[in-house]
């Protein structure tokens, strides 16, 4: 099957900790994105990256970090920066990363901050 | 800057009646819209999206949205309303440039009473 997989789906962590969380794609995408979801929010665009070694900020960047070492992954880092980091997580990925790409979604995963 | 507006936070409608969820956009340039669709705890399936061709889009599970430029609106209908469609809806214009990023409505949450 193709899509696109995050793990874990529940994460809960402790003030201070740093936590990363995992995104892989199977589609053969080159674009991999990393949105966050609060209640009556939308989503918001935490960070993003059209090609591997490489991403930029989004609209929230502030206390996470990212890396693009393979096509298939995209790991988020939340880090103890991030002052209210307990949200609903959504990784997405599209072909190219051009403005009328389909963006696909995976699960997400829902961190709580104890 | 490329904004859009969900103008209903929740619409109830019952099973077989139609359906409209509205949204207005704002774009410096001819933009690329969709329509997501939410369940609870899972990630975004993309109903719809409109890039230029034609104005009226269809979409899956009998969903479709029409363009309308001087009216700078996208809105989604379905001419009636199934049970499993009650979710939350975004309506989501891609922001520009030759990058894909996408700027969220908020979200409307659609309920269906039988």
């Known amino acids: 099957d193709g899509g696109i997989t995050q793990s874990p789906k529940y994460l809960f962590r402790k003030e201070g900790q740093n936590v990363t969380l995992s995104c892989e794609q199977n589609l053969n995408h080159d674009a991999m994105y990393w949105y966050r979801q609060d209640p009556g929010q939308g989503l918001r665009l935490i960070y993003y990256?059209?090609?591997?070694?490489?991403?930029q900020k989004g609209d929230i960047a502030e206390g996470y970090s990212v890396s693009r070492e393979k096509k298939e992954s995209f790991p988020l880092t939340v880090t103890s920066a991030q002052k209210n980091p307990t949200a609903f997580y959504l990784c997405a990925s599209s072909i190219e990363g051009g403005r009328t790409d389909t963006q696909y979604f995976g699960p997400g995963t829902r961190l709580t901050v104890l | 800057a490329q904004s859009v507006t969900q103008l209903d936070s929740h619409v109830s409608v019952s099973e077989g009646t139609p359906v409209l969820l509205r949204c207005n956009y704002s774009s410096s340039y001819s933009p690329s819209l969709f329509w997501y669709v939410q369940h609870p705890n899972k990630g975004l399936q993309l109903l719809l999206k409109?890039?230029?061709?034609?104005?009226l889009v269809k979409g899956i599970n009998g969903f479709e949205a029409e363009f309308k430029k001087s009216e700078t609106s996208f809105h989604l209908t379905k001419p009636s309303a199934h049970m499993s469609d009650a979710a939350e809806y975004f309506c989501?214009?891609?922001?520009?440039?030759?990058?894909?990023?996408?700027?969220f409505g908020k979200g409307t949450k659609l309920s269906v009473k039988p």
């Open positions: 990256s059209q090609i591997v070694n490489d991403f």
């Open positions: 989501v214009v891609s922001s520009g440039g030759s990058q894909g990023n996408l700027i």
């Open positions: 409109y890039t230029s061709a034609a104005t």
